[in-house]
């Protein structure tokens, strides 16, 4: 059974950073679209940046030049660095995988915490 596990969320002071990763297991997901979302509460989910099995790289305006997405195929691991971090980017992100065959996203993390103190 496919899985996706975020780990990497916390607390932490705006201005400051912090890198979440997505361990993906029981497929291997290099020929996958990988994504970020992110959902604060009373909101809805939206979108934060993608990365294409062909290495194209997407972000949301609201992150733009903050966020980076990366992968790692060889360990089944996405990376999303986030910088200069606000009180705006405090939601539970989560990680998501889009199987070429599927027109949406396939499969979801369970979500991480990230929280950003004023």
């Known amino acids: 059974q496919a899985q996706l596990v975020e780990s990497g969320g916390g607390l932490v002071q705006a201005g400051g950073s912090l890198r979440l990763s997505c361990a993906a297991s029981g497929r291997t997901f290099s020929s996958y679209r990988m994504g970020w979302f992110r959902q604060a509460p009373g909101k809805e989910r939206e979108f934060v940046a993608r990365?294409?099995?062909?290495?194209?790289?997407v972000y949301a305006e609201s992150v733009r030049g903050r966020f980076t997405i990366s992968r790692d195929n060889a360990k089944n691991v996405v990376y999303l660095q986030m910088n200069s971090l606000k009180p705006e980017d405090t939601a539970t992100y989560y990680c998501?995988?889009?199987?070429?065959?599927?027109?949406?996203?396939?499969?979801w993390g369970q979500g991480t915490q990230v929280t950003v103190s004023s």
């Open positions: 990365t294409s099995s062909s290495g194209i790289i």
């Open positions: 998501a995988a889009k199987s070429p065959d599927s027109n949406e996203y396939n499969y």
